[in-house]
């Protein structure tokens, strides 16, 4: 039987960190009756948090994939869901999912409000174009406030927020919310962990203000719809709920309106409307755009549409490693479908990939399918080279799709194994975590041939070293945390290298003229461009310059450190028809760059974190002046339910050990969260103790 792909949707469930993610989908894995028992995150078990690491900290590290059934207007939708870490470090396992999602739930804590992650989880919503409804969550605890998070969703966030609901009460009075297109109060019954609940009247205390809101949202939907806007302008006859229903899809769909409810997963309130909201108002596979790619052959577009008859693809988006089945490739279907024991072409290798066996996964556990078709998320096993962000299809009908983009790293380790046995077993583990995480970067340092590893952050590599030790039964020694620096050009220069060696016999001979100078703003990498006319170098040798040049952009000319970005032009040279090879204009290449690089002022760039430290007026002074010691700069003060909250940004290289100062000059009741903003130039005085430890490295070695 044929699917239908209007009861289908992809959602992610996102939010700042604690705010209740991993509980609300284990509430939706229990009401949609795929789990019969619910999962804690403080008892270590919740169903989507499978990791050690997961169970011991109470956070989510991974995004885990599940599906589930829900039954609405009497018709059965499937949703596929995946749940998202909130912790900054982990920030791409919320961009890969994006790439493949149709819809998302956006959660904020009642007491909190919007939060750093929020704002960043917000914008990467944004950038993929994602429809969003969002929910309102710990609506039981002290301190709740929904209406203030609606303003902030508002002000903050720029979204058009449009409550849907009204709460009753809040904190421990909190017992149901009034639904405001229904005009019904609905209270949940607590005896069943809340799989029922009864309709009520409005409690009289509240009619005004739920006449009000209800006037609000009618208001709203006619500032988008002509039809809503003439229904209620002239009064012809009322608007019905599937007026409002209708609208509020059409409308959430093309992101010009945000829906929000409100509830308390923990205390199993409002979990339910969650999931009708989902299949009301968010996208199905068919109601969202045509995904568009390039024909790798011809370089022309290509469009795919959510159809079973149209030519197989799909985006890998995720490879993980399972100890039971081996390697897995997360894929979303864009269209055609693809069964288990086939083949399908893999646009970036050009190589064909069997396709063993293919899973439904209900977090690590795996359901296995025969087929899976458009609009489905599911996993692969059997592949022989498949990364994340590659494009699977059809080999009569190629199409590359857009990559996933993923940050630099800013944060290093130096690791090593404590027993020399196990380097071959280290550089393995390392591979396997590399493969799985595009953020997780390792490299030998130039100077004292360690092995460092980049990650996003403190939280990050200790993860990364921890499964060494579990799941690779590797351990290691581990040096201090050191900021990834960067190199940047901001001068530009001609040079001409010319490059000779007489041994005996054949020689070596390069000659070339360029122009090298700063890369374009906002594009990393090397841009290199080739204007050599009447054949003074060989074709055949340019890409050999193109090489020593992208070689020595690992090491800058100031420390060496990596350049960021950097254009080459090449201009002009010549070559010697015996002595002149490829290997002599890559060693130019090489030469050239180094001298080049050291005439273009460089200068040191280091990561800025946004920082944001939430704590009571009385410590106000002492900590603005300690961010100011680390060459913070305070952006704003705002208070924030009876606590001051201090944004700023500070150099990453000021900020290790900040959670312990901060306790101790708050008396342990500030917290702090950072984040990566963007990378700036190190000041002259800090940059000369920099460069002065990398010569004591070069002098150890």
């Known amino acids: 039987m044929k699917k239908d792909l209007r ?8 939010a700042h960190i604690d705010a209740g993610k991993t509980t609300t989908t284990e509430r939706i894995l229990f009401y949609t009756g795929i789990n019969h028992k619910i999962g804690e995150v403080h008892d270590g078990a919740a169903t989507m948090d499978w990791m050690l690491q997961e169970q011991e900290r109470g956070i ?32 791409v396992e919320v961009e890969r999912s994006m790439r493949v999602l149709d819809g998302m739930i956006v959660l904020f804590s009642a007491v909190d409000g919007v939060e750093p992650q929020s704002e960043t989880v917000w914008r990467q919503a944004d950038k993929y174009e994602i429809p ?3 929910f309102v969550n710990k609506m039981d605890r002290q301190g709740a406030d929904f209406f203030n998070v609606c ?19 809040s904190g421990d009075d909190f017992v149901g919310v009034v639904d405001l297109i229904a005009n019904k109060a609905i209270k949940w019954d607590e005896k069943n962990y809340g799989m029922t609940y009864k309709e009520h009247p409005i409690p009289n205390e509240m009619k005004s203000l739920v006449n009000d809101y209800h006037n609000q949202l009618i208001e709203t939907l006619s500032e988008h719809d002509d039809v809503i806007m003439e229904k209620f302008l002239y009064n012809n006859y009322s608007i019905s709920e599937s007026d409002i229903i209708h609208s509020l899809q059409k409308n959430t769909i093309k992101m010009k309106i945000i829906p929000i409810l409100c509830g308390s997963s923990f205390k199993n309130k409002g979990v339910q409307s969650v999931l009708d909201a989902v299949c009301r108002y968010l996208p199905s596979p068919l109601e969202v755009k045509d995904i568009i790619g390039i024909n790798p052959i ?22 993980a490693s399972d100890p039971f089945v081996g390697r897995l490739a997360f894929f979303r279907v864009y269209s055609g479908k693809i069964k288990s024991g086939s083949y399908s072409f893999n646009a970036r290798s050009g190589n064909k990939e069997r396709i063993s066996r293919i899973y439904q996964m209900h977090a690590n556990k795996q359901n296995p399918v025969e087929k899976i078709g458009a609009g489905d998320i599911a996993a692969i096993v059997g592949f022989k080279d498949i990364k994340t962000g590659d494009t699977l299809c059809d080999e009569k009908y190629p199409i590359l799709l857009e990559k996933i983009s993923f940050p630099d790293p800013v944060i290093g380790l130096a690791i090593e194994p404590k027993f020399k046995s196990d380097i071959d077993k280290m550089s393995l583990a390392l591979s396997k975590l590399m493969e799985e995480d595009p953020t997780l970067q390792v490299r030998t340092d130039y100077y004292t041939g360690q092995t460092i590893i980049s990650g996003m952050g403190e939280l990050h590599l200790e993860i990364i070293v921890d499964r060494m030790k579990r799941e690779f039964k590797v351990e290691v020694n581990q040096g201090n945390p050191q900021v990834e620096y960067k190199e940047a050009l901001t001068n530009s220069v001609e040079h001409r290298e010319i490059y000779k060696k007489q041994t005996g016999g054949r020689g070596k001979y390069a000659d070339i003229l ?13 841009t290199f461009i080739n204007k050599i006319k009447g054949g003074n170098i060989p074709k055949e040798y340019i890409p050999s310059i193109e090489k020593g040049c992208r070689e020595m952009m690992k090491n800058g000319p100031l420390s060496g450190y990596e350049i960021d970005s950097a254009k080459v032009t090449i201009l002009d040279g010549s070559y010697h028809s015996v002595d002149s090879d490829q290997l002599s204009f890559e060693i130019a290449g090489r030469l050239g760059f180094k001298e080049a690089s050291k005439k273009t002022n460089p200068v ?35 208070t924030r339910n009876n606590v001051k909250v201090i944004q700023a940004l500070a150099p990453l290289s000021e900020m290790f050990g900040y959670v312990t100062i901060l306790r101790t000059l708050s008396s342990g009741r500030g917290t702090s969260v950072m984040e990566f903003s963007h990378y700036d130039i190190v000041p002259s005085n800090v940059i000369n103790n920099i460069i002065t430890n990398n010569r004591n490295k070069k002098l150890k070695k």
């Open 7 to 14: 009861y289908t949707r992809n959602i992610g469930i996102a």
């Open 60 to 91: 989510t590290i991974t995004s885990a994939a599940t599906f589930c059934e829900w039954i609405y207007n009497n018709k059965k939708y499937q949703i596929n869901i995946i749940d998202t870490p909130g912790h900054v470090d982990f920030t």
């Open 132 to 134: 969003r409804i969002a």
């Open 151 to 169: 303003y902030q969703i508002k002000k903050i966030l720029g979204g058009n927020s449009v409550p849907l609901q009204l709460p009753i009460k």
């Open 298 to 319: 011809n370089q022309k577009k290509e469009i795919r549409k959510p159809n079973e008859n149209d030519p197989f693809s799909a985006l890998a988006f995720k490879i």
């Open 514 to 526: 360029f122009r090298l100078e700063p890369g374009e703003i906002g594009k990393s990498g090397l």
């Open 604 to 638: 040191l760039l280091e990561p800025i974190m946004k920082l944001e430290v939430i704590i009571p007026e009385e410590n106000m002074g002492e900590i603005i002046g300690d961010i100011n010691r680390r060459r913070g700069t305070i952006q704003n003060m705002i």
